[in-house]
């Protein structure tokens, strides 16, 4: 069984996922297949472009820069509550998340200093798994 894990927006860097297209049929399949769907070429994006283009979101989450009337919003459970109620009224359709917290937003940076601590304290240990990443060092 394999398993392809991505660490998520900002980790990205250009020439990502070349080496596993070059070698890999069914790859190249699923590359394309890609391409096709998002309607440009994300694999000239991947191996060609400069961090910069990678850090667009229109590049790093496809899916939902072409979600055009989707907008994700976070902040106090007060303050989100009473958007809601205002955009609902217009007929706007408003989806509360389920998530365990509002991990891409300002409201994580109390935790940066003690997550730092509690990483730097952590043993970490070699998998018992094969593990393959797409960064070399």
């Known amino acids: 069984m394999h398993a392809y894990l991505f660490p ?3 980790t ?3 020439g990502m996922g070349k080496e ?3 070698k890999s049929k069914l790859a190249q399949e699923y590359f ?3 391409n096709d769907i998002l ?3 994300i694999t ?3 191996f060609e472009g400069s961090s910069e283009d990678l850090k667009q979101t229109k590049f790093s989450q496809p899916a939902n820069y ?3 009337h989707q907008v994700v919003i976070s902040g106090e459970m007060k303050a989100l509550k009473e958007a809601c109620e205002k955009l609902r009224p217009a007929a706007i359709r408003v989806i509360n998340l389920p998530v365990s917290g509002a991990f891409h937003s300002p409201f994580m940076e109390p935790i940066v200093e003690e997550f730092k601590l509690v990483i730097e304290k952590t043993k970490f240990k070699n ?3 094969p593990i393959y990443q797409n960064v070399k060092g």
Request: glycine share 16%; with cysteine.
């Open 12 to 14: 990205q860097f250009p």
């Open 127 to 129: 998998p018992i798994c």
């Open 8 to 10: 998520g927006q900002g």
């Open 32 to 34: 394309k297949r890609g």
């Open 66 to 68: 072409n979600a055009l």
């Open 20 to 22: 596993l297209f070059e």
């Open 39 to 41: 309607g440009f070429s």
């Open 44 to 46: 000239d994006v991947m």
